[in-house]
């Protein structure tokens, strides 16, 4: 399984973009990048996946290099409801979710 | 469309007993994952199970198990309880092969 590396921590001031890089440089080309958050002792909640494509949805953009060996997850406008653990977790199709230990975000006002 | 929920919220059990929790997936879900949180392992995957039958497995000993019902509903039992057992168990469900995993709240058990 490849294995992602993430920092363990980052600030963000409230209002601003905030940029959460991860490294997978041993992803397989079926293997899709997926982010999850967890606020406080709640379910991991789905923010956004993709395979080499960049993605955007309502809640956040997925910028994929070109080599697929790292990616960037942004918010555009962090707000304080946005501090969280930020899981990236590269999975292979049918194959379970591997979690790491996380960005821990604090944005602040 | 409800989202996965998962029974009880909150368990307190001592060492020794042992303890089901229950699962429901999204509708029209098949698949049922199960993860367990501590704050030393972060989130570790126990197993999952799609159409009834268990089709991937962590690195668990055997004192956990789990099914799954035809309706997708889906249990898990750790027998012989211990201290290091106590943990957010937390359920997801996903609807076919390789597509997004919805997690539920979690059920915290509390072993003493």
């Known amino acids: 399984d490849a294995k992602t590396t993430q920092p363990p921590s980052m600030d963000c001031a409230e209002g601003r973009a905030a940029n959460l890089p991860c490294n997978h440089s041993?992803?397989?080309?079926?293997?899709?990048v997926y982010w999850y958050r967890q606020i406080h002792s709640q379910g991991p909640q789905y923010i956004i996946h993709?395979?080499?494509n960049n993605e955007t949805n309502e809640m956040a953009s997925l910028i994929i290099t070109e080599d697929r060996k790292s990616s960037t997850l942004i918010l555009p406008h962090a707000t304080l409801r946005d501090t969280a653990v930020y899981y990236c977790?590269?999975?292979?199709?049918?194959?379970?979710?591997?979690f790491g230990a996380g960005t821990r975000l604090t944005v602040k006002p | 469309k409800a989202g996965v929920t998962q029974t009880p919220r909150y368990l307190i059990k001592t060492r020794g007993q042992q303890v089901t929790l229950s699962c429901s997936p999204i509708?029209?879900?098949?698949?049922v994952s199960w993860y367990q949180q501590t704050p030393g392992q972060g989130l570790q995957f126990l197993f999952e199970?799609?159409?009834?039958?268990?089709?991937n497995k962590g690195n668990f000993p055997g004192r956990f198990s789990g099914r799954q019902f035809s309706n997708s509903r889906s249990e898990m039992n750790v027998s012989t309880l211990e201290l290091g057992d106590s943990a957010l168990y937390l359920c997801?469900?996903?609807?076919?092969?390789?597509?997004?995993?919805?997690f539920g709240p979690g059920t915290r058990l509390l072993v003493l």
């Open positions: 509708s029209g879900h098949r698949s």
């Open positions: 199970y799609f159409s009834e039958t268990q089709r």
């Open positions: 997801a469900s996903e609807g076919g092969s390789g597509e997004t995993q919805y």
């Open positions: 977790i590269v999975r292979p199709n049918n194959n379970d979710m591997r």
């Open positions: 993709g395979l080499k």
């Open positions: 041993t992803i397989s080309g079926n293997e899709y």
